[in-house]
């Protein structure tokens, strides 16, 4: 089984420091960082892929119930509270556990253990055949042409296939993780955590956003550095 790439989210460091020991001991989960609020939540999920978030309920600005409601159904929850009376509403939003503070590594342990039924890897039916991706999708089989595809859109559990002449994408249910690691590398690159583009495609670039037609794709932070290093080489 992959990695469970799990956050952390708590106002209270004690609270951070404890769940964090916690994730450290059990080899299946690799933590990706710590945050002190929900809105800070917030704009680490908009760079990074979580498939876990281990999140507090009651916290000043926004709540973690709050929060839950607006991820991704790709992300899922572990609530950690103090307070038992969230656990009904909990799970109203999907929460895939709930541990009521104070907190012991058995129960944390035993909790993480029954999530990673979510976790199993399902390998998407995906065939790269030189210039040529063959995708199972809606039961039908799919031979996309490499050089046609525009860009490729990440929809919470699904992708849009955006291709040259065709009006609507295809959508088949798979990870951008997957496609991103499919696709080759040197014709594709991931330049946002819903983007990925196909380097030939691209005609306009402005002020940090790439233009295909009337979409606009901003190029995040953390592949800045990867995208401008392809700009210097290209159009260097």
Avoid: W
């Avoid at 989960?29 to 979580?50: D, H, I, P, R, Y």
Wanted: charged share 30%; net charge negative; with cysteine.
């Amino acid at each position: 089984m992959k990695k469970v790439r799990c956050l952390i989210t708590d106002d209270e460091p004690l609270a951070r420091s404890l769940v964090k020991s916690y994730v450290q001991k059990i080899p299946t989960l690799n933590l990706l960082g710590e945050c002190g609020s929900a809105t800070e939540t917030a704009e680490f999920l908009k760079n990074n892929e979580v498939d876990l978030i281990f999140l507090d309920i009651q916290m000043p600005d926004l709540s973690g119930m709050s929060l839950a409601k607006t991820i991704p159904s790709s992300t899922k929850v572990i609530f950690t509270t103090a307070f038992d009376q969230y656990a009904i509403e909990g799970y109203k939003v999907n929460a895939i556990g709930y541990l009521l503070k104070p907190i012991s590594f058995d129960e944390f342990s035993e909790t993480v253990s029954k999530a990673m039924v979510h976790f199993k890897e399902e390998v998407p039916e995906v065939q790269l055949r030189d210039e040529f991706i063959m995708i199972k999708a809606d039961y039908k089989i799919y031979q996309i042409k490499l050089s046609e595809i525009k860009y490729i859109e990440g929809v919470k559990d699904y992708v849009k296939i955006h291709q040259e002449g065709e009006g609507k994408p295809l959508m088949p249910l798979m990870s951008m993780k997957f496609l991103e690691e499919t696709l080759p590398s040197d014709r594709f690159m991931r330049v946002h955590r819903s983007y990925i583009v196909n380097l030939d495609q691209i005609k306009v670039i402005e002020r940090n956003q790439i233009l295909f037609d009337k979409v606009r794709i901003n190029v995040s932070d953390n592949y800045k550095e990867q995208f401008n290093a392809f700009l210097e080489k290209r159009f260097g």
